[in-house]
């Protein structure tokens, strides 16, 4: 029993050196406003700054959060700029929290961003309903089996593409009224 514990205790700690979010040599460097500052230009939380110390005590080092911290909001603002924000509306994403509170033009783009995204949703619909029409009277019209089948084949696919963007259209809903 004893030599399975160790045995899964030195499997976990192996994984976990593999996922160490810095080396010996970053954690010894101590640089904690650089690395803040790393993160916070990819708009990463606070909390991410655990996963720097439990890398970071496996080597006996203690991070400076002060100075991650510091970092990490001087990050945030190369991050949380108003093209970021559209990107992330425009795209159908959740808007990154970190930059929510702190970076208005964030705030205001992403949802500029998604009311683009909600509007060229809106079009792509009115154009694939038109096509499925077309299709409908098309497959009524014509009387050989083999193309009717074709044409069946191809509304299905123009069905599928319009519940696809409906619920798009429903997943940029729910994302603006979140910010209303």
């Known amino acids: 029993m004893t030599t399975i514990r160790l045995a899964a205790l030195g499997i976990l700690a192996i994984i976990l050196n593999g996922c160490a979010t810095l080396s010996e040599t970053e954690c010894a460097s101590g640089n904690w406003y650089q690395i803040g500052y790393q993160d916070g230009k990819f708009g990463r939380d606070s909390d991410y700054v655990l996963n720097h110390e439990s890398a970071c005590i496996e080597y006996g080092v203690r991070i400076d959060r002060n100075q991650y911290e510091q970092g990490r909001q001087k990050g945030l603002e190369v991050y949380c700029t108003p093209h970021n924000g559209f990107q992330h509306g425009v795209n159908g994403n959740y808007s990154n929290q970190n930059c929510v509170a702190g970076f208005p033009e964030y705030s205001g783009s992403y949802k500029d961003g998604l009311f683009s995204r909600h509007e060229n949703l809106q079009v792509q619909l009115d154009e694939l309903m038109r096509e499925h029409e077309i299709l409908r ?44």
């Open 137 to 180: 009277q098309a497959i009524r019209r014509i009387e050989d089996e083999k193309e009717k089948e074709r044409l069946s084949l191809e509304l299905d696919d123009i069905d599928k593409q319009i519940q696809n963007t409906k619920n798009q259209i429903s997943r940029v809903n729910y994302l603006l009224d979140m910010y209303r």
